[in-house]
């Protein structure tokens, strides 16, 4: 069992920065891919980003490549999303999920272990 709780979120203007990030504890946090996703209003929850267990590997979604950064700190159990130049579309709960594989993944159904979401609002 994996526990996963995500922090950082608020209110941005456009243009600017947050940084999200999810701590994990129980099962060896090193061994997961982590991912990060996000559901607008009245939309479904996509793919945002995710990073293998050696943070060697990472993967984006088009609308946030060149913005967002995903990384990982397996020292303290912790896996961040730093997301730049912020416009409204970004704005949605952005969730955190473990994926129990080498690989990163985009299918949001490879991921059993999700956080609870953290509300990101970008005002235009």
């Known amino acids: 069992q994996v526990q996963l709780v995500e922090s950082g979120g608020g209110l941005m203007q456009a243009g600017g920065s947050l940084r999200l990030s999810c701590a994990a504890s129980g099962r060896t946090f ?3 891919t982590m991912g990060w996703f996000r559901q607008a209003p009245g939309k479904e ?19 946030v490549k060149g913005r967002f950064t995903i990384s990982r700190d397996n020292a303290k159990n912790t896996v961040y999303l730093q997301m730049n130049s912020l416009n409204a579309e970004d704005t949605g709960v952005y969730y955190c999920a473990a994926h129990n594989a080498p690989v990163v993944s985009k ?18």
């Open 107 to 124: 299918d949001i159904t490879a991921y059993t272990y999700w956080g609870q979401g953290t509300q990101v609002t970008v005002s235009s």
């Open 30 to 32: 090193s061994s997961f």
């Open 45 to 63: 929850r996509e793919f945002v980003a995710a990073v293998t267990w050696s943070g060697r590997y990472t993967s984006y979604a088009d609308p």
